[in-house]
């Protein structure tokens, strides 16, 4: 399977983006879909996820209120709706999914991933 990001892009502080994610190949079913982000000289830090099959969500405390995740069956993708986005949040943006229908905030559950989408977001 292969995962598409895009979306990314830049924006200036408190703008919005919309990243998607695509999966070509298999579905999303049965898996938890996460977007991750990796800042320079960063780890790659969890941001949210959604499991496909039951529609939880997760955040990170610094996406909470300001990002939101969601998922198209019909279109098999899964979208990150980002507002008043803030200089801390440029970052290259990475979609992933990890098996099982339960969500997954761990980074280490993920095992396919995708190339990464920049986002940059300037004062």
């Known amino acids: 399977v292969q995962l598409q990001a895009s979306g990314g892009g830049l924006v200036q502080a408190g703008g919005s983006l919309r990243l998607s994610c695509v999966a070509s190949?298999?579905?999303?079913?049965?898996?938890?879909v996460g977007w991750f982000r990796q800042a320079p000289g960063k780890e790659r830090e969890f941001v949210a996820a959604?499991?496909?099959?039951?529609?939880?969500?997760a955040y990170a405390d610094s996406a909470k209120g300001r990002f939101t995740i969601s998922r198209d069956n019909a279109k098999n993708t899964v979208h990150l709706q980002m507002n008043s986005l803030k200089p801390e949040d440029t970052a290259v943006y990475y979609c992933?999914?990890?098996?099982?229908?339960?969500?997954?905030?761990?980074?280490?559950?993920?095992?396919?991933w995708g190339q990464g989408t920049l986002v940059t977001v300037s004062s």
């Open positions: 992933a999914r990890a098996p099982g229908a339960w969500i997954s905030t761990t980074k280490g559950e993920y095992v396919d």
């Open positions: 959604v499991s496909w099959n039951f529609g939880d969500t």
């Open positions: 190949g298999r579905t999303f079913s049965g898996y938890s």
